[in-house]
């Protein structure tokens, strides 16, 4: 097994940290993982984005060819990669301010509107764990308590308060798909 | 669950260092390896006796490398390219000096200031001493974060051992990439202390110095430090082969490149075809005598480089004209992916079979 | 009978190559003088530089580490922060210290580094025969500023030591001569209240010292200390220019 995921959106939407907190999750539960970043010039304002890739072997390639799933936060991230991903691969895209959807039947598609939910539960800004919350529900690769373990390790020990509403904007956006 | 953490390849160089006694180093900031010198800045002056300065230029680190090396401390410095270009001056200094120090060299986009995108370019450069003068460093290619953590420690005892400079040459992808690390234990350091200037105290003071005047002398001194060098090309050769048992096609690939190799060799072994990978671990010295000894089986090679070829140099050299020698190169900062590279490897294979 | 003169204990008995009336000789006595007196030399570690004084490791008597041209100061960082209990040094020319190496001496100065900096200005590059060297006066010939260095295309004179004083991080810094036995004396007392500066822990320090070089200025060696005194020190004037130590115990 190896599967690659590719998290893309604006800079500010969190995405990098999406796909470090999910290889961390991976690595935790014991997984090969590779977590590449775009850096530079491009993330100073502009797009940003990561690749992942977790496997019960060693990883040849940190480098995807053809990654399994997208999780995709706006919609030049969405023209930039939405036929890079493999057939038979999902993406995860955020409902809220994505207006375009992909023009292929070989993936499946989850939406999730972040922005709503996350106004919900009162903070705008943990959009990227609501959408981890369906992320990690419907790909099974590594737990929801590996996934939360992960979290908390980022958001630190004293941040008590943050690893509360984290928590239940993943739990919101675990339920969110069914 | 193991003592792995999850930590970017510059971190990682950072804190092997720390771990392994490195307690000097100097650096100026330069994409893309900032947060190496970021790393050093927080951790080194948290290391007891650590000294962190961010230098006013790369060439006054590397100086500042060379002052601390001969006071006795474990020393490094790091850059990316242009800087490297940079450091040489004091790179030369170091290996006619006889003086242990550490330099990284996260490659990216060249020649010039190019981009900063991981790259191969500065093959080259490394290998071939880098600086002015008849001298060699060692060149270590980590291809894996864990690597860059390992080797980095090895780079320390390499250079006290041999009294000499090592590199280590990354390029801006091991640099930025995450992977689980676990930190090996280090060595106690074996450095002997007569090296040291520390003050004459009662005794016969000593210098180091890099100029020798007369001819003869500074003939001897070129010929001991070759005398050196072979003792090094004979013992620290290391290299990594991969699937070559019933290969018919060997790519050779160093670093990042080899990474993608493997990749795509993965790809084409699952329709069939037998390719396999040499990777060169030490740059300098090169593995010639493996390649030379793969090719009394099979005659058909592809070097893989994120530069438009400067390894292929040594394999060609290596080869001593045995085999077929072909080329895949990607230079600019283009990090190709698995299925780009295995396109040209198809080509090269059906070659092969023709 | 009394022994009033002898060679210093940090300084070796071999014969200096400078020129005759050449400054350097008289410089490296001096500090070995000073190093005896403040029985530093087991802890003392130089730096000396590419340019005339390359070889100052066949006289010093004491551990050195000659650095590539220009980055003395640097050398010396590296060296003093790894043994913050030596006392360290660099001897350095005016093109060594002002042109190629002025960055590593601006930054080493502003970041108060705890050196002593021996800086010896003779307005002209020996080593390499004679050309323009940043302090080369307006007017003065060079090899490389052959009728006269010419403010307009050659640019002027840089007075390091007043530029350095304007840095928080310096201590102490004097400009001194050597043409002279009353101003090797006022060397001397520079140069001790220096390496005293640095024990102390006070920050950088440097003298710069204005050495005679009758061959490049194709003079006979009276005429050159003359031109010290009749020419040179009227751009590069003699005399305490920074002292942040004042009132502290005097190094006699």
């Known amino acids: 097994m190896q599967i690659k995921t590719v998290f893309a959106g604006f800079g500010g939407q969190g995405v990098l940290m999406m796909g470090y907190s999910f290889a961390q999750a991976a690595m935790f539960e014991g997984f090969h993982v590779t977590y590449l970043p775009s850096y530079g010039v491009e993330v100073r304002g502009g797009t940003a984005n990561c690749t992942v890739a977790v496997s019960n072997e060693e990883i040849a390639s940190p480098v995807a060819s053809q990654p399994d799933y997208l999780v995709v936060m706006n919609n030049p991230s969405l023209l930039t990669f939405q036929t890079r991903i493999a057939p038979g691969g999902a993406f995860f895209l955020n409902s809220s301010i994505i207006t375009g959807r992909p023009k292929r039947s070989d993936v499946d598609i989850w939406e999730v509107p972040t922005a709503e939910i996350a106004a919900e539960l009162g903070n705008p800004r943990v959009q990227n764990v609501v959408m981890m919350g369906a992320y990690v529900k419907m790909t099974r690769m590594v737990s929801p308590e590996s996934y939360l373990k992960s979290l908390k390790s980022i958001l630190g020990s004293k941040k008590k308060a943050a690893m509360e509403i984290n928590r239940k904007a993943f739990e919101a956006g675990f339920n969110h798909i069914e | 669950m193991s003592d792995k953490i999850l930590i970017a390849g ?63 401390a474990r020393a490094m410095t790091s850059s990316s390219s242009p800087g490297i270009s940079l450091k040489q001056e004091g790179i030369s200094a170091l290996a006619a000096d006889e003086l242990p120090a550490v330099i990284v060299n996260m490659m990216r986009g060249g020649p010039g200031l190019g981009n900063i995108l991981p790259s191969q370019g500065d093959y080259f450069q490394a290998t071939r001493g880098g600086g002015h003068g008849d001298y060699r460093t060692l060149v270590l290619a980590p291809a894996s974060v864990q690597e860059l953590a390992d080797l980095t420690m090895d780079a320390f005892d390499l250079a006290d051992k041999y009294r000499n400079p090592v590199m280590i040459l990354g390029d801006g992808m091991t640099g930025q990439m995450m992977e689980p690390v676990e930190f090996g234990k280090p060595r106690p350091r074996r450095y002997n202390e007569k090296y040291i200037l520390k003050g004459a105290g009662d005794g016969k003071s000593k210098f180091v110095r890099a100029l020798i005047l007369d001819a003869l002398r500074m003939e001897e001194h070129n010929w001991k430090l070759v005398r050196k060098y072979r003792v090094i090309e004979q013992n620290e050769v290391r290299f990594e082969t991969y699937k070559t048992g019933n290969a018919r096609l060997i790519i050779i690939a160093y670093g990042i490149a080899a990474r993608i190799a493997k990749g795509a060799i993965n790809r084409l072994r699952d329709s069939g075809m037998k390719v396999g990978l040499i990777r060169p671990i030490t740059l300098w010295p090169f593995p010639a005598q493996i390649i030379r000894d793969t090719a009394e089986r099979i005659d058909r090679f592809l070097v893989f480089e994120m530069s438009t070829g400067q390894m292929i140099d040594d394999v060609k050299l290596a080869l001593e004209g045995r085999g077929h020698v072909s080329f895949y190169g990607r230079p600019g900062g283009v990090v190709p992916t698995p299925a780009e590279l295995a396109k040209a490897i198809i080509q090269e294979y059906r070659r092969v079979l023709a | 009978m009394k022994k009033v003169f002898s060679r210093p204990r940090s300084l070796k008995s071999t014969p200096f190559h400078y020129c005759a009336g050449c400054g350097h000789s008289i410089i490296h006595r001096v500090i070995c003088e000073v190093i005896d007196e403040l029985g530093i030399r087991g802890i003392t570690i130089g730096v000396p530089p590419a340019g005339c004084a390359v070889v100052a490791y066949n006289y010093f008597d004491v551990d050195m580490l000659e650095a590539p041209h220009g980055r003395g100061c640097a050398v010396a960082t590296g060296i003093k922060r790894t043994l913050p209990d030596r006392v360290v040094f660099s001897y350095q020319g005016d093109g060594d210290l002002a042109a190629i190496g002025t960055a ?39 090899t490389t500023s052959p009728p006269g260095r010419n403010a307009i295309l050659d640019g002027h004179p840089i007075r390091m030591s007043e530029i350095l004083s304007n840095l928080e991080g310096t201590a102490y810094i004097e400009r001194v001569a050597v043409n002279s036995a009353q101003n090797i004396l006022r060397a001397k007392k520079a140069v001790k209240k220096a390496f005293q ?56």
């Open chain 2, 10 to 72: 510059n971190w990682a160089i950072g804190e092997a260092a720390i771990r392994a006694g490195c307690r000097f180093y100097a650096g100026y900031p330069i994409t893309p390896q900032n947060e190496l010198t970021e790393y050093m800045a927080e951790n080194m002056r948290r290391a007891q006796g650590g000294t962190f300065i961010q230098a006013e230029s790369e060439i006054a680190a590397v100086n500042m490398v060379l002052g601390a090396s001969s006071a006795g």
């Open chain 3, 197 to 252: 500066c640095q024990i102390d822990g006070a920050g950088f320090n440097m003298i710069e010292v204005l050495s005679q070089c009758p061959t490049n200025w194709k003079m006979n060696a009276v005429d050159a200390c003359r031109w010290v005194d009749e020419v040179m020190s009227k751009t590069f004037p003699i005399g305490v220019i920074k002292d942040t130590v004042k009132g502290r115990k005097d190094a006699d």
């Open chain 3, 104 to 142: 590593e001496t601006f930054h080493a100065a502003n970041r108060g580094e705890n050196i002593t900096v021996i800086f010896i200005n003779n307005a002209v590059y020996g080593m390499t025969g004679g050309q323009m060297a940043p302090t080369t006066l307006l007017g003065q010939a060079s």
